[in-house]
């Protein structure tokens, strides 16, 4: 049994924190907002993002950050990920040395292009730092419902640890070593999820989300190994499998997010109607950005950002996108 703090009470840490309780280890969860303290304290259910699901009877929530940090064994750090800076340099004087910090969101830094467990390490460097990611959202999670994760960490002995520490009859864990793929196809995703949602919005069927879920995963993958991680990650769980559940999955609140767009809505109306945070409008920028460092074509991610900020007709982008130039899929491959 390990004792586990997990920063962040939405809808994924409190999924987290059924899943590691049901695992027979020792939770508490801390909370920056009152209300969601009180509510969780009392009622032992998230009745705004997570209802039906009910918490442990021994697990402990609060809004004293320390006490959720000082004791705990392993740190699950769950907070959407523009609020993932700030609150680590609240965690920073309470973290010791070597503590395992595990990243749960998904997300890059607008202004940085940092990653998760990049900002992670710069704000709190005495940690040792992992990234848990796949196709899992929390309303199935915390149901029980069966799902498949990856994570991930610079030394194989923790993401071994923390795989013993996930693994369960319904959520089983696998490793890899590849950090930077794992976070990449993480956060990316939610910016594709934008597109093919989107298109549900503009009334388009299948045939167009399995391009956008396709194209999608060839511009990741592009930027991703050119960023120095291995295409082989993109093809598993935390590249095309979180990818097709956040495109097609009614649980996204990226793909609503779109399908509002897609609808009329402005960013700003869509994200409000959605009621949580939309990483995918937070990394969009992030991805253009690192498209152009990096030098690798991403129309996909060009044409999200020109409908998100740039006042682009959702059906003028998807026009644009199907009339450009002629292209070959696979331009490695030789021809005989």
Same mark, same amino acid.
């Given at each position: ?21 049901? %695992? ?12 969601? !303290? ?22 402990? =929530? ?7 940090? *000082? ?9 959407? +990920? ?5 609150? /680590?340099? *609240?965690?920073?004087? &309470? ?9 749960? #969101? ?10 998760? !467990? ?17 196709? @899992?959202? #929390?309303?199935? !999670?915390g149901r029980r419902i069966p799902t498949t994760c990856v994570v991930s960490s610079q030394k194989r002995s923790t993401a071994e640890y923390l795989q013993g520490l996930f693994m369960s009859p319904v959520f089983r864990v696998y490793t890899t070593p ?14 594709? #999820? ?12 299948? %045939? ?20 120095? #991680? ?23 609140? %990226? ?10 809505? +402005? ?6 109607? =959605? ?6 409008? &937070?990394?969009?920028? /992030?991805?253009?950005?690192? @498209?152009?460092? &990096? ?9 999200? %950002?020109? =409908? ?20 070959v899929e696979a331009p490695l491959l030789p021809w005989e």
């Amino acid at each position: 049994m390990a004792k586990i703090g997990i920063i962040g009470a939405g809808s994924w840490g409190t999924a987290l924190s059924v899943l590691l309780s049901d %695992n027979g280890h020792e939770v508490t969860i801390w909370s920056i907002l009152p209300d969601e !303290v009180e509510m969780l304290q009392k009622e032992r259910e998230h009745k705004t993002k997570l209802p039906g699901v009910l918490l442990d009877p021994q697990t402990q =929530v609060t809004d004293d950050l320390e006490a959720c940090i *000082k004791e705990a064994d392993v740190l699950v750090l769950a907070v959407p +990920s523009p609020f993932t800076r700030g609150t /680590a340099a *609240k965690m920073r004087p &309470y973290v010791k040395e070597g503590r395992i910090i595990v990243s749960v #969101a998904k997300g890059i830094e607008e202004n940085t292009l940092c990653t998760q !467990v990049d900002i992670i390490s710069q704000e709190i460097p005495q940690a040792v730092t992992a990234a848990l990611s796949g196709p @899992s959202h #929390a309303e199935e !999670v915390g149901r029980r419902i069966p799902t498949t994760c990856v994570v991930s960490s610079q030394k194989r002995s923790t993401a071994e640890y923390l795989q013993g520490l996930f693994m369960s009859p319904v959520f089983r864990v696998y490793t890899t070593p590849d950090l930077l793929g794992v976070e990449l196809g993480g956060s990316l995703k939610n910016v594709i #999820a934008l597109a093919a949602g989107t298109a549900d919005g503009l009334g388009y069927g299948d %045939n167009t989300k399995a391009a956008l879920i396709t194209r999608g995963i060839a511009e990741i993958a592009r930027l991703g190994t050119a960023m120095g #991680a291995h295409a082989e990650t993109f093809y598993g769980l935390s590249g095309i499998g979180d990818l097709i559940v956040t495109c097609a999955s009614v649980h996204s609140r %990226n793909r609503k997010a779109g399908y509002l767009i897609g609808q009329g809505l +402005s960013m700003e109306q869509a994200m409000e109607e =959605v009621k949580m945070v939309v990483e995918g409008v &937070y990394s969009a920028k /992030a991805a253009a950005a690192l @498209s152009r460092k &990096y030098d690798v074509e991403m129309p996909v991610v060009s044409e999200v %950002n020109k =409908v998100l900020f740039e006042n682009k007709s959702a059906a003028d982008a998807v026009r644009d996108l199907m009339i450009r130039d002629k292209k070959v899929e696979a331009p490695l491959l030789p021809w005989e």
